[in-house]
């Protein structure tokens, strides 16, 4: 909504922070704000540029926000962390009011997209312990230098960073700064969706006539392998408007449904634990393409019940002292430790899954129920923490040779990441 309190319109051009950012175009949008990419004139980079809502209570959000990223920021100088870097802030005042804006390195696609465009089939597996490495860095830090829970771990919430720098390399990137407002636009000037959706064709092709010309030039096969080996798949955490820090928690109901934790369903407390249940789940995705717990409700039950009876299903029963413990056990579980609504589970153990499902062979699947199990352990205080988790042998695995359909896979995705870095709007 652009209207007082809302969202403020942006226009291709326009200055902020005294001329030293210039709107591009526009990255994505969330509840809270729009995301333009935008060029940093002092520092000749691009950058995203988050502008949040206008009205007080996304105003105080942003503020919270912002004191997240700035811890995140004051203990990463070196920007080795995997975690998003806010880099300036500012307030910028429009006709709907006063926004906070967060100035933020610009990165690439997130995992979610990366998954999709993997035809939701699974990354190979290097590829995977590769994120895993990253990810797992990114809430190390956070966890034990920071003492922040993320809240809200998912593949849209994780980043990659981008192969290519497009302020040093505006042809591959297909970006050039603009500078000022082009002129003539019509509508004012307030991108519409009908000039945003001529950027993103725009966009396109501009991606697809450097396609071209590679192949034109052939080799192309030759180029793609070598690149293949090189590309060094790194991501970021990011999405900090949920975190908190440990001890000054915010909400009881916290992460987004699939990759919510048990005792959260439980009202029975969370820690930093909660983030490893959801990098498990997201790990499992990545690595298969399918979520973990995609929970529904239905006829006699709710969506928490049927979540609470899919996680027994792959991980066993719930041991009945874990089960009681929460404000809210008792509208779930009987005095036994079963669920009162849903009676027969149909037990279906993680590495079967993996092997009869997802086509893993018996060793990678054996390798990496023996990652994924202890963090989903449904007693938080179990769950390995990151740093546990880096040490563990499966993230040194090398798969010796990705099978050909593997390579091919991830030709096409090694591609398709420098199309769908530079894609406008998600
Ligand atoms: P939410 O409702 O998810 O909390 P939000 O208003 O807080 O939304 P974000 O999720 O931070 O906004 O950003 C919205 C979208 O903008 C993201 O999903 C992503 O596509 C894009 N985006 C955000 N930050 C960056 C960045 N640093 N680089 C590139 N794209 C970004
Ligand atoms: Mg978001
Ligand atoms: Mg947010």
Request: proline share 4%; charged share 30%; hydrophobic share 35%.
């Amino acid at each position: 909504a652009y209207r007082k309190g809302g969202y403020h319109a942006v226009r291709i051009g326009d200055p902020f922070n005294g001329g030293r950012y210039i709107a591009q175009r526009k990255l994505g949008w969330g509840n809270f704000s729009t995301v333009w990419l935008a060029y940093d004139t002092k520092s000749s980079k691009f950058v995203a540029l988050k502008i949040q809502k206008s009205a007080a209570e996304f105003a105080e959000a942003a503020l919270h926000e912002i004191q997240v990223l700035s811890a995140i920021a004051n203990g990463n100088p070196s920007d080795s962390k995997c975690v998003i870097r806010l880099i300036d802030q500012f307030k910028h005042s429009g006709p709907n009011g006063q926004h906070l804006c967060m100035v933020l390195e610009f990165l690439g696609d997130s995992l979610l997209r990366l998954i999709k465009h993997n035809r939701y089939k699974g990354l190979p597996l290097n590829k995977v312990r590769e994120l895993c490495k990253s990810i797992l860095m990114g809430l190390d830090y956070l966890h034990r230098e920071l003492g922040i829970i993320h809240t809200d771990l998912k593949p849209e919430n994780v980043l990659l960073v981008s192969t290519i720098d497009p302020s040093k390399d505006p042809e591959k990137s297909g970006l050039t700064p603009i500078l000022e407002r082009p002129e003539g636009n019509p509508n004012g000037g307030v991108v519409s969706n009908a000039i945003e959706k001529k950027l993103k064709r725009r966009a396109r092709k501009a991606v697809a006539k450097i396609a071209l010309r590679r192949d034109s030039m052939g080799g192309i096969k030759v180029r793609e392998k070598k690149s293949l080996d090189g590309i060094d798949l790194r991501c970021k955490v990011v999405d900090f408007g949920n975190a908190c820090w440990a001890d000054q928690q915010l909400a009881e109901e916290i992460q987004t449904r699939e990759y919510r934790a048990p005792e959260v369903i439980l009202g029975a407390g969370y820690s930093f634990s909660v983030d490893m249940w959801s990098f498990a789940c997201m790990a499992f995705e990545l690595a298969t393409g399918e979520m973990m717990f995609a929970p529904k409700c239905g006829q006699g039950f709710s969506e928490d019940e049927d979540h609470l009876a899919r996680m027994m299903e792959f991980l066993g029963k719930m041991p009945r002292k874990v089960a009681i413990t929460g404000s809210r056990s008792k509208e779930y579980f009987d005095r036994h430790g079963d669920l009162k609504r849903i009676r027969r589970l149909k037990f279906w153990s993680l590495d079967r899954v993996l092997v009869e499902k997802c086509n893993f062979n018996e060793s990678d699947a054996r390798e990496f129920t023996d990652f994924l199990s202890p963090l989903l352990d449904f007693a938080p205080d179990k769950r390995p923490t990151a740093e546990q988790s880096l040490q563990h042998p499966w993230l040194e695995i090398k798969s010796p040779n990705p099978s050909e359909e593997e390579k091919e896979d991830f030709g096409k995705l090694a591609v398709g990441m420098t199309n769908l870095q530079f894609e406008v709007g998600r």
